[in-house]
């Protein structure tokens, strides 16, 4: 009985304390949270070698493929083809490899408090809970972003020597779904991010994201009849992709609603892993 009373009485104190520290911590705002976020995200070298690694997948992959396209149109545009469209698939190829690192890093960025016990102190420090989330989602969309766009200019400065001979070359109007691929990495990373906060187990959720972003696409492309491929289209990966690569993608989605799609499995999300993160405990 008095153990009881003893454990009852500790759990108690240990409320009031991280109560206390809550009410000390009241004034931190939401864009301190957002600071803290990114110190987390950018404190780890994990992070630092995935980015560098989508740079170098999008720049490499596009060099070797500018290389094939040139080898097999012998240094002459084929009659009727679009230079600039063919340009821009070039400039954007490495996304589909650079994606995967993406969701590993989306997925590793709550994870990884998980597996720490970081998580209490972070949500001791922010009782909210739905700030973190948001924090967490911002900073993860805004890094990803920021390097796509880094890794495509990159990949343009590097292809362009090689395809400008073949009449190859990118002109303004590729400004638009090149921006949307960064966009599209961003947003595949927050999706990830989402199944790490309703795993919470690294393994977990970086399994389940690469099976939704690139399994599933290959199991439903297996299955006849329409409803099948009306289901392929609405998947996470092959609605974001068609962001840039229509029409050459054949999904029949327009880069808005490829967008719209993505963005409304983000939210299923982010509204799931929000409902798990306030019901369960640290």
Do not use: C
């Amino acid at each position: 009985m008095s153990d009881t009373k003893f454990s009852t009485t500790t759990t108690e104190a240990v409320d009031r304390a991280q109560h206390r520290v809550a009410e000390a911590l009241g004034g931190l705002s939401f864009a301190r949270i957002l600071r803290s976020e990114q110190i987390k995200l950018f404190s780890l070298r994990s992070t630092w070698w995935a980015l560098a690694t989508i740079v170098f997948l999008q720049v490499a992959v596009g060099t070797l493929m500018s290389f094939g396209m040139v080898s097999s149109f012998r240094g002459e545009t084929p009659p009727g083809a679009d230079g600039a469209a063919i340009g821009m698939q070039v400039a954007t190829f490495g996304v589909f490899l650079a994606q995967l690192i993406a969701a590993v890093l989306g997925a590793l960025a709550i994870t990884g408090e998980y597996s720490t016990g970081m998580i209490r102190s972070t949500l001791t420090a922010a009782p909210g809970r739905l700030s973190t989330l948001f924090a967490k989602a911002i900073v993860v969309a805004t890094a990803l972003f920021v390097t796509g766009i880094v890794g495509v200019a990159a990949t343009v400065a590097a292809t362009t020597p090689i395809l400008a001979p073949s009449g190859l070359t990118i002109d303004a109007s590729s400004i638009g779904p090149l921006t949307l691929s960064a966009l599209y990495l961003a947003m595949i990373a927050v999706f990830s991010l989402t199944i790490g906060f309703l795993l919470r187990s690294g393994a977990g959720a970086i399994g389940a994201g690469l099976a939704v972003i690139l399994v599933a696409p290959i199991m439903v492309s297996m299955i006849p009849g329409e409803v099948a491929q009306t289901v392929a289209t609405i998947l996470p990966s092959n609605a974001g992709q068609s962001m840039f690569t229509h029409p050459m993608s054949g999904s029949g989605l327009e880069p808005w609603q490829g967008f719209l799609v993505l963005l409304a499995w983000i939210i299923v999300g982010l509204v799931a892993a929000g409902t798990a993160l306030r019901r369960r405990d640290a």
